[in-house]
């Protein structure tokens, strides 16, 4: 897998680019577009740092693009967002496991969740991210999302009905006033899942 490098920063650190939010103005190019990029990202760690204290509105979810799937993800489920780097393959694993990073010291196991769902794979662009997962789960892990798209509020949506083929760690369907779907996904049940514990081939 054909990887870009870059360093490791945190949300208020990386330039995530193209993030299409309704929370986030256009920008113009040049110094004026990165400083409102840099401020959206500052608020958007706030967030996440405020959702994990219980300070945050539940309706609030990470919105990422999962190869062509729109997800949402709680906040308290979520730790870092970094950007696309070399991964390290391991041998004799599922192709849905990208290989390891090293996030901060750490290694990180890093999941395509589109290819593990049977779908085309991510990928690998400038606009890739690794989103790695709460210390709380309990598994060092991570997924490569498309893109990031900001913070969304299910408040606003319609909740679609649960459709019964889907994994339980799907755990709802939503439309969004723009007629988008997105599916929220529950990460505690879904590092608890056999299948996906089981990398090796």
Known sequence: MSSAHGDHHSVADSEMAAVPSTTMPAAPQGADR?????????????????????????????GVQLGDVRCLLDLTQVSEIVPLQALTPVPLTHDWYLGLANIRGNLTGVVDLARYCGEAPVAPTGDCRIVTFAPALGLQGALLA???????????????????????????????????????LDLALLVHEERFLQIGR
């Open 34 to 62: 990165r400083s409102r990029l840099r401020r959206y990202q500052a608020q958007l760690l706030e967030r996440m740092h405020a959702a994990q204290s219980g300070t945050v509105a539940a309706g609030r979810q990470l």
């Open 146 to 184: 498309s893109r990031v798209l900001g913070l969304r509020n299910v408040e606003t949506m319609r909740t679609d009905a649960i459709d019964p083929a889907l994994s339980p760690w799907c755990a709802q369907q939503y439309t969004d006033p723009d007629g988008q779907r997105w599916t929220r």
